[in-house]
């Protein structure tokens, strides 16, 4: 995952949509066929829009009227919860670092 492809959106949205695409985090951006990135790009519109409808407004530090942040009402696929099944496959998601982010995905679904 190219931190230019999914500038500014958050990465709790970042993992959700590579999910959605079925993108794996480690592909190098150079190597995602255009078709892809248009999928990407639906998908990331598309989570986006999950997300605002279920109360976040911001893409992170958003509280909404209960004092709860916004996005806790999303529900995630993939982030924050590695280790567990994944929701389409069943396999074990699996966390990995780069750089300051952790981005969990499905081995599985995701390539
Ligand atoms: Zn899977």
């Keep these: 995952m190219d ?3 999914v500038a500014g959106v958050g990465n709790i949205y970042a993992n959700e949509a590579l999910f959605m695409a079925g993108i794996h985090p480690l592909r190098a951006a150079g190597r995602i066929s255009l078709k892809r990135y248009d999928v990407l790009a639906v998908e990331i519109k598309r989570v986006l829009q999950a997300a605002i409808e279920s109360g ?7 509280v909404n009227s209960d004092g709860k942040p916004g996005y806790f009402a ?6 924050g919860r590695d280790g567990q099944p994944c929701q389409s496959c069943g396999a074990t998601l699996k966390l990995v670092r780069l750089g300051q982010r952790a981005t969990v995905y499905c081995g599985q679904c995701q390539r």
């Design 56 to 62: 976040g407004s911001t893409l992170r530090d958003f």
């Design 74 to 79: 999303f529900e995630h696929k993939v982030y």
């Design 3 to 5: 931190r230019g492809v």
